[in-house]
């Protein structure tokens, strides 16, 4: 099958290759040359596992190509996907349709055949209804392209994965020539065994927000029991493990630390929110809105413990570890990370932070912090060590030898992820979120003395 890509972002770009993977003709599309360069190359624009194996095996097969040319594009494609971004308005909650709807115009105006074109980007519900009437009243008479939707479900970091073997695929379609299509282009991935579901277009929209809103829901609720736990000296860890052992609860996505962040979880809730005010169902998603708020505090909390520890914040020179919004991307898009990096410099901290991947991309959204490419470097004379994003690089850094750089071995953990007893052998006293604390310290939450290793070294009995 000829298919065209618009947008070539973390979706676009994936989606693009995984088609050619399929055995398709693909062309991606882009406005913005500094994407389309590299991705013509085989090159992929941003970290994402297993993707350069991928682009590059398209371009060289020949079945993938990249232009910046929308009539190439068109002319190309006899199914155009509709990829590109429904970010939040700057003035409000609500999606910005202005991309979408200026990719279905520009493809209408364009077209010389009957074609299907079918939306992926995440969108408030009734989006695809009217994308369809733009296209009806943009594209020559009697043309018959139609509109079909198709929302995408991937997880940054298993973007490949997602897009060759998904756990779904949902079909919102008004006709069956257009599932006919789907169908085929599909056929691959379907040949599997991957459940299909056809459905109205209104429905295949709601799938991909109601399925984000419950995930940020269950981080919520666990961030949610975290604070309970803090208040309690109740363990938050044991209390997911034990409701997770429950089949109907399950385990997964109940990790409570730091929150959600990226380009979807968050947007996405807000703009199924300010939909449904619009349809008169403030109240329906009411919860949304707390699960919103108990996300943002949790970035609070890491703040204010370290101020607790810390006593006066100005001066003290804390590692951030991790500035990407989850391990295995370089995305800095609404990162918990860095928006707790950027809380602890307004509050007068000097702070360094670490990340694997993510450096160039934190540096242009936060110019404001240093940053270190060395964990050794980032934590020399550090005051506090604080653990943002769960990469395994930081599951395997040796606490005594990073024990040896800092200033004090004092600990945040802020996504409960590092082994707590391997670091508090070494002299760490470690605070978690929604945990009791643990090390030679761990009773002392309130401006520690200084400085803490030294004094943990020679205290260690006693205070124990
Ligand atoms: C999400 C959805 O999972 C995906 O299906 C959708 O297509 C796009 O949005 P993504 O944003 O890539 O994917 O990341 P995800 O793995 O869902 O994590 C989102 C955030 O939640 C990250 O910041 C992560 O660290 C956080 N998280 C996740 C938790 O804080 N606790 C958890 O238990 C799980």
Same mark, same amino acid.
């Given at each position: 099958m000829r298919i065209s890509v618009y947008g070539t972002g973390y979706l676009g770009a994936v989606h693009a290759a995984g088609l050619a993977a399929m055995g398709h003709e693909v062309v991606g599309m882009d406005v913005d040359p500094m994407r389309i360069g590299p991705l013509e190359r085989g090159e992929a624009p941003f970290f994402e596992p297993g993707l350069p194996e991928l682009l590059s095996r398209g371009v060289e097969s020949g079945r993938l190509r990249f232009t910046t040319s929308i009539d190439t594009a068109v002319e190309f494609g006899d199914v155009h996907f509709v990829c590109v971004g429904t970010p939040q308005l700057r003035d409000g909650n609500g999606a910005d349709l202005r991309y979408v709807e200026a990719v279905v115009r520009d493809i209408a105006e364009r077209l010389d055949r009957s074609v299907l074109v079918v939306g992926k980007s995440t969108v408030p519900v009734g989006t695809a209804r009217q994308l369809a009437g733009l296209l009806h009243d943009h594209a020559r008479p009697g043309l018959g392209a139609r509109l079909a939707w198709n929302p995408e479900f991937l997880r940054e970091g298993f973007a490949v994965e997602d897009t060759l073997r998904p756990d779904r695929l949902v079909f919102g379609v008004e006709d069956s020539p257009s599932e006919e299509i789907l169908? *085929?282009?599909?056929?691959?991935?379907? #040949?599997t065994g991957v459940p299909c579901y056809v459905t109205d277009l209104e429905t295949s929209e709601l799938v991909k927000v109601a399925a984000n809103s419950f995930l940020a829901m269950k981080i919520s609720f666990i961030n949610a029991m975290a604070e309970v736990c803090e208040q309690v000296d109740g363990d938050v860890v044991t209390l997911a493990d034990a409701i997770g052992e429950d089949a109907r609860i399950g385990r997964r996505f109940l990790n409570a630390g730091v929150g959600f962040g990226g380009g979807?979880?968050?947007?996405?809730?807000?703009? @199924? #929110?300010?939909?449904? &005010?619009?349809?008169?169902?403030?109240?329906?998603?009411? @919860?949304?809105?707390?699960?919103?708020?108990?996300?943002?505090?949790?970035?609070?909390? %890491?703040?204010?413990? &370290?101020?607790?520890?810390?006593?006066?914040? !100005?001066?003290?020179?804390?590692?951030?570890?991790? !500035?990407? @919004?989850?391990? *295995?991307?370089? *995305?800095?898009?609404?990162? /918990?990370?860095?928006?707790?990096?950027? $809380?602890?410099?307004? &509050?007068?901290? #000097? %702070? %360094?932070?670490?990340?694997?991947? +993510?450096?160039?991309?934190?540096? #242009?959204?936060?110019?404001?912090?240093s940053y270190e490419h060395d964990v050794e470097v980032a934590a020399r004379g550090a005051d506090l060590v604080v653990h943002l994003t769960e990469w395994r690089q930081y599951g395997a850094l040796d606490p005594r030898e990073l024990g040896? =750089? %800092? +200033?004090?071995?004092?600990?945040?953990?802020?996504?409960?992820?590092?082994?707590?007893?391997?670091?508090? &052998?070494?002299?760490?006293?470690?605070?978690?979120?929604? $945990? /009791? +604390?643990?090390?030679?310290?761990?009773?002392?939450?309130?401006? =520690?003395?200084f400085p803490l290793s030294a004094a943990a070294d020679s205290n260690k009995e006693e205070v124990a």
């Amino acid at each position: 099958m000829r298919i065209s890509v618009y947008g070539t972002g973390y979706l676009g770009a994936v989606h693009a290759a995984g088609l050619a993977a399929m055995g398709h003709e693909v062309v991606g599309m882009d406005v913005d040359p500094m994407r389309i360069g590299p991705l013509e190359r085989g090159e992929a624009p941003f970290f994402e596992p297993g993707l350069p194996e991928l682009l590059s095996r398209g371009v060289e097969s020949g079945r993938l190509r990249f232009t910046t040319s929308i009539d190439t594009a068109v002319e190309f494609g006899d199914v155009h996907f509709v990829c590109v971004g429904t970010p939040q308005l700057r003035d409000g909650n609500g999606a910005d349709l202005r991309y979408v709807e200026a990719v279905v115009r520009d493809i209408a105006e364009r077209l010389d055949r009957s074609v299907l074109v079918v939306g992926k980007s995440t969108v408030p519900v009734g989006t695809a209804r009217q994308l369809a009437g733009l296209l009806h009243d943009h594209a020559r008479p009697g043309l018959g392209a139609r509109l079909a939707w198709n929302p995408e479900f991937l997880r940054e970091g298993f973007a490949v994965e997602d897009t060759l073997r998904p756990d779904r695929l949902v079909f919102g379609v008004e006709d069956s020539p257009s599932e006919e299509i789907l169908r *085929d282009l599909y056929r691959p991935v379907l #040949q599997t065994g991957v459940p299909c579901y056809v459905t109205d277009l209104e429905t295949s929209e709601l799938v991909k927000v109601a399925a984000n809103s419950f995930l940020a829901m269950k981080i919520s609720f666990i961030n949610a029991m975290a604070e309970v736990c803090e208040q309690v000296d109740g363990d938050v860890v044991t209390l997911a493990d034990a409701i997770g052992e429950d089949a109907r609860i399950g385990r997964r996505f109940l990790n409570a630390g730091v929150g959600f962040g990226g380009g979807c979880l968050g947007k996405d809730i807000r703009a @199924f #929110q300010a939909r449904g &005010a619009e349809l008169g169902l403030a109240d329906s998603l009411a @919860f949304l809105a707390e699960a919103d708020r108990v996300n943002d505090r949790r970035r609070d909390r %890491v703040v204010d413990l &370290a101020s607790s520890l810390l006593g006066e914040l !100005a001066g003290r020179r804390i590692t951030v570890l991790g !500035a990407s @919004f989850k391990p *295995d991307s370089d *995305d800095v898009r609404d990162s /918990p990370a860095l928006a707790v990096a950027r $809380r602890l410099h307004a &509050a007068g901290a #000097q %702070v %360094v932070v670490h990340d694997p991947e +993510s450096i160039s991309n934190a540096r #242009q959204a936060a110019p404001e912090l240093s940053y270190e490419h060395d964990v050794e470097v980032a934590a020399r004379g550090a005051d506090l060590v604080v653990h943002l994003t769960e990469w395994r690089q930081y599951g395997a850094l040796d606490p005594r030898e990073l024990g040896e =750089v %800092v +200033s004090q071995r004092l600990l945040i953990d802020g996504r409960n992820a590092l082994d707590r007893d391997a670091w508090s &052998a070494a002299g760490w006293t470690c605070h978690s979120l929604g $945990r /009791p +604390s643990v090390g030679p310290w761990a009773g002392v939450t309130s401006a =520690v003395p200084f400085p803490l290793s030294a004094a943990a070294d020679s205290n260690k009995e006693e205070v124990a």
